[in-house]
C-alpha cells in the first residue's frame, strides 16, 4: 500500500502541537489511530511504526508529546542526554496537558476526510501510559499499550497521575504488553495494574513476554525482532477487527454484474 506522510500544527491549550500523518494514498476513508511516542518523541522507529499501522489501512496520527517543552521537530537521541532530557520532560507537564493534547488529536483524526471516525490508540513506554489514558476518551474503541510506565505507580507529569483510578472508564478494548526483563514495569507493578484492569471490568488481553524493555524499538540491543512481529500481528487484528478496514468502494467484477440479471 501506497502512503502519505504530512504534518499539522494542532491547537491544544498550551499551543501548537505538531502532529505527523501517515495514511494510504488509496481513495477511500480508513480508521484512526493516534500512536503516541517514546520520550525521544518522533524518532525513526516510531516513523516505520506509524508507516507499518498506516500500511495496514489506518490513518495514523504521531502528535509531538512534549510539543510545550522542546521546538517543534525535536527527536532526543537514545543516549543518555536524550533519556535524561525526555524524563525531565515527562514530568514538567501537567496530566491535564497530556490529556488536553490527546482530544486535540483524536478531534483531528474525527474531523479528517481520510477517516471513518472509528478510533484508536498505541502507545509505546511513557506513550503507553497516554494511550491508557487517551482510550478513556468514549469514543475510542480499541487500545495498545506496550510497556506503559508509571501507571502502577502514578507519577506521570506534575503532580502525578490518577490513571489507575481512572481505569472504569475504559470502555474500548484493551491489549496490554509487557516484558517480564523491564525494570521499569516491576513484577509487582504489572500485578497491580491486571488487578485494577480486572476489578473495574475492563474488557482486555494481557501479555507478559520475556523481553527486556523497549523490545519493539527497531534500534539498539534491547530490539527483538520476533516479539515485534508478533506484537504488531496482534494490534494490527485487533484494530482491524474493532474499527473495521475503511470503506473505500470496491469495483464490482463481472461475474457479479452478470449474476444480478
Same mark, same amino acid.
Not at 542526554?81 to 488529536?105: E, I, L, M, T
Not at 507478559?208 to 540491543?221: M, S, T, V
Given at each position: ?155 506521570? +507529569?506534575?503532580?502525578? =497521575?490518577?490513571? *489507575? %483510578?481512572? &481505569? $472504569? ?5 484493551? #491489549? ?43 534500534? +539498539?540491543?534491547?530490539? =527483538?525482532?520476533? *516479539? %515485534?512481529? &508478533? $506484537? ?5 487484528? #485487533? ?23
Amino acid at each position: 500500500m501506497i502512503l502519505q506522510e504530512e504534518q499539522s500544527d494542532l491547537a491544544t491549550p498550551a499551543g501548537p502541537m505538531r502532529t505527523y500523518v501517515a495514511r494510504p494514498v488509496a481513495k477511500g476513508r480508513y480508521p484512526g489511530v493516534v500512536l503516541f511516542s517514546e520520550i525521544f518523541q518522533h524518532t525513526g522507529p516510531i516513523k516505520r511504526t506509524a508507516a507499518l499501522l498506516a500500511g495496514h489501512g489506518f490513518v495514523v496520527a504521531v502528535p509531538e508529546i512534549f510539543h510545550e517543552l522542546e521546538l517543534a521537530g525535536a527527536e532526543l537521541a537514545y543516549d543518555q542526554a536524550g533519556a535524561d532530557q525526555g524524563n525531565k520532560d515527562k514530568v514538567g507537564k501537567p496530566v491535564s496537558a497530556y490529556d488536553a493534547d490527546a482530544r486535540a488529536a483524536l478531534a483531528y483524526l474525527e474531523g479528517s476526510p481520510h477517516c471513518t471516525g472509528k478510533l484508536g490508540v498505541m502507545g509505546i513506554c511513557i506513550g503507553g501510559h497516554l494511550a491508557y489514558r487517551a482510550a478513556m476518551n468514549p469514543q475510542v474503541l480499541a487500545g495498545a499499550c506496550f510497556y506503559a510506565t508509571d501507571i502502577h505507580k502514578g507519577s506521570l +507529569g506534575l503532580g502525578g =497521575d490518577d490513571s *489507575l %483510578a481512572r &481505569t $472504569g472508564e475504559l470502555r474500548g478494548e484493551m #491489549l496490554m504488553v509487557w516484558g517480564r526483563q523491564d525494570p521499569h514495569v516491576p513484577a509487582e507493578g504489572r500485578a497491580r495494574i491486571y488487578a485494577r484492569m480486572n476489578e473495574a471490568g475492563v474488557r482486555f488481553t494481557w501479555h507478559e513476554w520475556n523481553g527486556q524493555h523497549a523490545f519493539l524499538r527497531d534500534e +539498539g540491543p534491547r530490539y =527483538d525482532p520476533a *516479539l %515485534a512481529l &508478533t $506484537g504488531y500481528r496482534m494490534v494490527i487484528d #485487533l484494530f482491524a477487527r474493532k474499527l473495521g478496514e475503511g470503506d473505500a468502494p470496491a469495483e464490482p467484477s463481472i461475474a457479479v454484474a452478470e449474476a444480478r440479471h
